[in-house]
Nanobody, 124 residues
């Protein structure tokens, strides 16, 4: 059973940076589809970025492209989300997610494992 634990959230001012980490355990393959989602106050869940771990293909939501970077360290079973030029509208709980379907890794993929989330607050 895959388990995911996020860390690195916090409070920053507009224009600041944060790096989120997602430590995964229980992985059974060297190739995985890993993603970051977020849910802001009174908003629905939004896919932010995905990475085909072990292959290196990444995809981003238009709202974060050019500001956020998803990466992974397979040796540590950890996925990162580097967030730069943060805006107040980036305020949300950020969740890490996993899917075995690495060959079809998209924000719309059906993710079976989720972390508990980490809060990111950006003040103006």
């Amino acid at each position: 059973q895959v388990q995911l634990v996020e860390s690195g959230g916090g409070s920053v001012q507009s224009g600041g940076s944060l790096r989120l980490s997602c430590a995964a355990s229980g992985l059974t393959s060297s190739r995985n589809c890993m993603a970051w989602f977020r849910q802001g106050p009174e908003k629905g869940r939004e896919g932010v970025a995905v990475i085909t771990d072990g292959v290196g293909i990444t995809k981003y939501a238009d709202s974060v492209r050019g500001r956020f970077t998803i990466s992974s360290n397979s040796a540590k079973n950890t996925v990162y989300l580097q967030m730069n030029s943060l805006k107040p509208e980036d305020t949300a709980i950020y969740y890490c997610a996993h899917s075995d379907t690495w060959w079809n890794c998209r924000i719309t993929t059906d993710f079976g494992a989720w972390g508990h989330g980490t809060q990111v607050t950006v003040s103006s």
